[in-house]
C-alpha cells in the first residue's frame, strides 16, 4: 500500500495569514492526490482534486501544488471559517489511503 | 442537488451485524460508485471499500476482508455496507462517498452527512 505521510499534526495559525501542509508520499502517484476539509461533526468535504484542481465553488484562496511524491495545501489569507482538520489522500492505486489529518487552530 | 442521505444512528452489541444504507438522489446512480469510510472517534480516515453501482464489482480494505459486504440496489439507487461480528474498535461514524465507476480509484467528491456505529455490550 501507498502511504501518505501528513504534516505537520496541528497548526496554529491566525485570520489572514498564510498556512501551507505538506503530504509526502511512499512512492510516486503522479497527480492522484486529493485534499479534504472536515469541521466538527461533519462530513470531509472535497477542495482539491488532481494535487492542484480546485473542486467547483471552494475559495481561490485555497491552492495546491506538487507531484511525484510531494505535495502541498496552501490557505494565502486565512479566515474564520477555515478553522478545521485538513486531510491529504492518495487515489493512485487501491487503497486509497488519507494521511493523518492536521488540524488547524485559532492562535 | 446532488446528495447521499445515510440511515441513522446504531447501537449494537459485540458479535453482532450492521448494514448502514446510503441514498443517492440528483445523478445517474450507475454512473459512479461509492465508497465506505470510517472514523473513530477522534481519529482520522480510514477507508474500508468501494462499489461499482454499474455492475457492482468490489474492493475491500484488507483488514475488512471477511467481515464487510458492499452491495447497491439500483432500483433505490442505494448502496449498504454491511460489518459483522462487530467489535469494540469499530465503534465509529460510517461515511458514504461517492467516487469513480470504474475500476480505478478516485477523489470522493460528495459524501453522506454520516451514521454513528456504536459497539457496545
Same mark, same amino acid.
Given at each position: 500500500?501507498?502511504?501518505i505521510?501528513?504534516?505537520?499534526s496541528?497548526?496554529?495559525?491566525?485570520t489572514?495569514?498564510?498556512?501551507?501542509?505538506?503530504?509526502?508520499?511512499?512512492?510516486?502517484i503522479s497527480?492522484?492526490?486529493?485534499?479534504?476539509?472536515q469541521?466538527p461533526?461533519?462530513?470531509?468535504?472535497?477542495?482539491?482534486?488532481a494535487?492542484?484542481t480546485?473542486q467547483?465553488?471552494?475559495?481561490?484562496?485555497?491552492?495546491g501544488s506538487?507531484?511525484?511524491?510531494?505535495?502541498?495545501?496552501?490557505i494565502?489569507c486565512?479566515q474564520?471559517e477555515?478553522?478545521?482538520?485538513?486531510?491529504?489522500?492518495?487515489?493512485?492505486?487501491y487503497p486509497?489511503?488519507?494521511?493523518?489529518?492536521t488540524?488547524?487552530?485559532?492562535? | 442537488?446532488?446528495?447521499?442521505?445515510?440511515?441513522?444512528?446504531?447501537v449494537?452489541?459485540?458479535?453482532?451485524?450492521?448494514?448502514?444504507?446510503c441514498? #443517492?438522489?440528483?445523478y445517474?446512480?450507475t454512473?459512479?460508485?461509492?465508497?465506505?469510510v470510517?472514523? #473513530?472517534?477522534?481519529q482520522g480516515l480510514?477507508?474500508?471499500?468501494?462499489?461499482s453501482?454499474?455492475?457492482?464489482?468490489?474492493?475491500?480494505a484488507?483488514?475488512?476482508?471477511?467481515?464487510?459486504?458492499?452491495?447497491?440496489?439500483?432500483?433505490t439507487?442505494?448502496?449498504?455496507?454491511e460489518?459483522?461480528?462487530?467489535?469494540?474498535?469499530?465503534?465509529?461514524?460510517y461515511y458514504?462517498?461517492r467516487?469513480?465507476g470504474?475500476?480505478?480509484?478516485?477523489?470522493f467528491?460528495?459524501w453522506?452527512?454520516g451514521?454513528m456505529?456504536?459497539?457496545?455490550s
Amino acid at each position: 500500500a501507498i502511504r501518505i505521510t501528513q504534516s505537520p499534526s496541528s497548526l496554529s495559525a491566525s485570520t489572514g495569514d498564510r498556512v501551507t501542509i505538506t503530504c509526502r508520499a511512499s512512492q510516486g502517484i503522479s497527480s492522484y492526490l486529493a485534499w479534504y476539509q472536515q469541521k466538527p461533526g461533519k462530513a470531509p468535504k472535497l477542495l482539491i482534486y488532481a494535487a492542484s484542481t480546485l473542486q467547483s465553488g471552494v475559495p481561490s484562496r485555497f491552492s495546491g501544488s506538487g507531484s511525484g511524491t510531494d505535495f502541498t495545501l496552501t490557505i494565502s489569507c486565512l479566515q474564520s471559517e477555515d478553522f478545521a482538520t485538513y486531510y491529504c489522500q492518495q487515489y493512485y492505486s487501491y487503497p486509497p489511503l488519507f494521511g493523518q489529518g492536521t488540524k488547524l487552530e485559532i492562535k | 442537488q446532488v446528495q447521499l442521505v445515510q440511515s441513522g444512528a446504531e447501537v449494537k452489541k459485540p458479535g453482532a451485524s450492521v448494514k448502514v444504507s446510503c441514498k #443517492a438522489s440528483g445523478y445517474t446512480f450507475t454512473s459512479y460508485g461509492i465508497s465506505w469510510v470510517r472514523q #473513530a472517534p477522534g481519529q482520522g480516515l480510514e477507508w474500508m471499500g468501494w462499489i461499482s453501482a454499474y455492475n457492482g464489482n468490489t474492493n475491500y480494505a484488507q483488514k475488512l476482508q471477511g467481515r464487510v459486504t458492499m452491495t447497491t440496489d439500483t432500483s433505490t439507487s442505494t448502496a449498504y455496507m454491511e460489518l459483522r461480528s462487530l467489535r469494540s474498535d469499530d465503534t465509529a461514524v460510517y461515511y458514504c462517498a461517492r467516487c469513480g465507476g470504474n475500476s480505478l480509484p478516485d477523489a470522493f467528491d460528495i459524501w453522506g452527512q454520516g451514521t454513528m456505529v456504536t459497539v457496545s455490550s
